[in-house]
């Protein structure tokens, strides 16, 4: 089973929501193939948002898509309804298991808890509709990316001036981190913390590291869910979101950008905030622990 592996909730979430400031990623062909291999009444009566059903051959043995090109996809995801470990038999591990061998050039991912767990967590990315125009992938809108499950997220301005965006995730309390007024959120009556700081080498981020962390734990504690944003999310809200893990959690600057960067690959703070949450991770730390200097910060 080295060609499967399992994929949490939150994981196939933040791989829906990727894109650039241009297109969602979904709108690239090559991007994902999300396979619902429950029975064909269940997925007609709903389904995950561009989930495509798995064919099957009249002896229900599962085959490859005719147009799946597997040996291009970045992402092939597959559902069933509550498969939660590789050591299940279901079908959702029969169907990855075909993937697989027919060539998808990246492990086949298979949903933990499938589409119940799923769809109980994010039931707005549910729908009906199985066809898909290229142009309605492009003019699809996504959801600021999950750094913590149900606790915080991470998105853009344009994101931030959703309602649907707030209601959806049920948002209720918001930093915002560019300089334009949150008037969102005071409609929507969220505490609102505002960093008008610009996205420059000049830059001081740090001197707010301390009064953002504790908004973000003290909001999160009382189970109020948490939007971070800037102008295009990947520089001053990325930079807020890793010193809050750095201090929540006490993990290196190493790791909290890691995690980071696997929930939003695009993330990209200036070199001024990569040093000053190097200086942060020695304050929490008393010692430096992440060498800065490597080219992949």
């Given amino acids: 089973m080295s060609g499967m592996t399992m994929c949490e909730p939150t994981e196939l979430y933040n791989i829906l929501q990727q894109g650039t400031t241009a297109y969602p990623c979904l709108s690239d062909p090559n991007y994902l193939l999300l396979l619902d291999a429950r029975k064909e009444h269940e997925y007609n009566e709903s389904h995950i948002i561009t989930s495509k059903k798995a064919p099957r051959t009249e002896n229900e043995e599962f085959l490859v898509p005719y147009d799946a090109e597997l040996e291009c996809k970045t992402h092939v995801v597959v559902i069933d309804n509550?498969?939660?470990s590789l050591a299940e038999s279901g079908p959702a591990i029969d169907c990855a298991q075909v993937m697989s061998e027919m060539g998808s050039?990246?492990?086949?991912?298979?949903?933990?808890?499938?589409?119940?767990?799923?769809?109980?967590l994010y039931p707005f990315l549910r729908t009906q509709k199985i066809i898909y125009m290229p142009r309605e992938l492009d003019d699809l809108k996504t959801?600021?990316?999950?750094?913590?499950?149900?606790?915080?997220?991470?998105?853009?301005?344009?994101?931030?001036?959703?309602?649907?965006?707030?209601k959806d995730l049920k948002i209720k309390a918001r930093v915002n981190v560019t300089l334009q007024n949150d008037e969102l959120g005071s409609a929507e009556q969220c505490d609102t913390l505002q960093l008008a700081v610009t996205d420059d080498n000049e830059a001081d981020l740090?001197?707010?590291?301390?009064?953002?962390?504790?908004?973000?734990?003290?909001?999160s504690k009382k189970g109020k869910v948490v939007l971070v944003y800037s102008e295009l999310g990947i520089s001053r809200s990325v930079t807020i979101v890793v010193a809050y893990l750095m201090y929540f959690y006490k993990w290196s600057l190493e790791d909290a950008y890691r995690?980071?960067?696997?929930?939003?690959?695009?993330?990209?703070?200036n070199r001024a905030f990569i040093e000053q949450l190097s200086q942060w991770e020695k304050e929490i730390h008393e010692e430096t622990l992440t060498d800065i200097s490597d080219p992949n910060y």
Avoid: M, W
């Fill in 82 to 84: 509550s498969t939660r």
């Fill in 105 to 120: 050039k990246n492990p086949v991912k298979i949903l933990r808890g499938g589409y119940e767990d799923f769809s109980a």
């Fill in 143 to 166: 959801y600021p990316i999950e750094v913590l499950p149900g606790q915080v997220y991470l998105g853009d301005y344009e994101q931030s001036c959703s309602a649907v965006v707030q």
């Fill in 206 to 219: 740090s001197v707010h590291f301390q009064s953002a962390c504790q908004f973000i734990e003290s909001h």
């Fill in 259 to 269: 995690h980071v960067e696997d929930c939003k690959p695009t993330i990209r703070p």
